[in-house]
T-cell receptor
């Protein structure tokens, strides 16, 4: 069965601190896709990154970076030098090639960045 | 429009009332999804359309929930005889291509339903 666990319910940091959001997933499929989305107070889920199971290369995009490790079934997300505008709920999600059309989301981590 | 558009943004319904939520996906997107998001939770899959065909409705919680996409573009999610447990944000999403997983899906801002 597919499952996504985001153990951190809420994280609070001071601006300019680095912060890592954890994501652990479970799947029996060998082909799968992992995602991170940001949900600001407006409610819209904003796509951040998509990674397939065959590409373990870490990725950096500006202040954002992602660490994908199949050995530990983790896909962690780090924000460097956090800013107040980063305050939002962040969701990790999983989609299996054999799992039909659905994407499974974790419960989310609420990030507060204080000035 | 450039993104997924949903209406109404906010809906308050009396228990037992029927509601209809509309989704206008990104132009040209083949796939359309409906998700339900309860307060403090992640989105949960309801149903999937590829063009006008509803290929997966395994997430619809009861037969009071019905979705359609008759012309392969705009979709409507209808909830009959609403109950308090139906209170949630209903998110619509679309993706460019059809087929199975891996496609990036783009979400609308959601329709916030409160049943009183």
């Amino acid at each position: 069965a597919q499952k996504v666990t985001q153990a951190q319910t809420e994280i609070s940091v001071v601006e300019k601190e680095d912060v890592t959001l954890d994501c652990v997933y479970e799947t029996r499929d060998t082909t799968y896709y992992l995602f991170w989305y940001k949900q600001p107070p407006s409610g819209e889920l904003v796509f951040l990154i998509r990674r397939n199971s065959f590409d373990e290369q870490n990725e950096i995009s500006g202040r954002y970076s992602w660490n994908f490790q199949k050995s530990t079934s983790s896909f962690n997300f780090t924000i460097t030098a956090s800013q107040v505008v980063d305050s939002a709920v962040y969701f990790c999600a999983l989609s299996e090639a054999a799992g039909g059309f659905k994407t499974i989301f974790g419960a989310g981590t609420r990030l507060f960045v204080k000035a | 429009g450039a993104g997924v558009s949903q209406s109404p943004r906010y809906k308050v319904a009396k228990r037992g009332q029927d509601v209809a939520l509309r989704c206008d996906p990104i132009s040209g997107h083949v796939s359309l999804f409906w998700y339900q998001q309860a307060l403090g939770q992640g989105p949960e899959f309801l149903t999937y359309f590829q063009n006008e065909a509803q290929l997966d409705k395994s997430g619809l919680p009861s037969d009071r929930f019905f979705a359609e996409r008759p012309e392969g573009s705009v979709s409507t999610l209808k909830i009959q005889r609403t109950q308090q447990e139906d209170s949630a944000v209903y998110l619509c999403a679309s993706s460019l291509t059809g087929g199975r997983s891996g496609n990036t899906i783009y979400f609308g801002e959601g329709s916030w339903l409160t049943v009183v």
